[in-house]
């Protein structure tokens, strides 16, 4: 009777196999789970990320315009459009790799900035886009193009020489798209 309740008590003390497998299963399954929103979340803070520079050279080209019309240089206006705009940057963001003329043959990591001098665009290359939509093309990206805004109802519709500007505009390309999960 002493040998039966000893083998009880020590084999309650441990794991059988069958449960070690379930918990083995149920870590899995909620790794799996915590992996799938690591990505989700990681994937919403590179498109903040790329919204919060669309934000911060539209507001260093509005206070640029600002002080071009403080300063009277009206006549100065038309060059903010042809500018780069990350130069308007106080500092540089650290994934903007510069300004080129043709990418083509060019290693431009993903995740990155950098401007089109052929096209006159500010281009971000999407790093982590499992659910962004990519171009008609099939290329993830997403280009910004600086436009002057015209007052068309103050200075009648002639030619762009004879109206009178308005603002300025950062804004993209072609629409993008980013589904959410």
Do not use: C
Request: proline content about 4%.
């Amino acid at each position: 009777m002493i040998r039966t309740l000893s083998r009880s008590k020590s084999r309650s003390a441990g794991f059988t196999l069958f449960e070690l497998i379930i918990v083995i299963i149920l870590v899995a399954v909620f790794a799996g789970i915590l992996l799938g929103r690591f990505q989700m979340y990681q994937e919403a803070a590179e498109k903040a990320a790329m919204e919060q520079t669309a934000g911060a050279i539209r507001s260093a080209l509005n206070i640029r315009l600002a002080a071009l019309v403080a300063r009277g240089r009206t006549e100065d206006m038309p060059r903010l459009a042809a500018l780069n705009p990350v130069t308007l940057l106080a500092e540089k963001q650290r994934n903007y790799v510069g300004e080129y003329y043709d990418t083509a043959g060019s290693d431009i990591p993903p995740g990155s900035w950098y401007y089109d001098l052929k096209n006159k665009q500010l281009v971000y290359l999407v790093d982590r886009g499992a659910h962004f939509v990519p171009d008609k093309d099939g290329r993830k990206w997403v280009r910004y193009r600086v436009s002057l805004v015209y007052n068309n109802a103050l200075s009648g519709a002639g030619n762009t020489a004879d109206r009178e500007i308005g603002g300025i505009a950062f804004s993209e390309v072609e629409p993008y798209t980013w589904k959410p999960r």
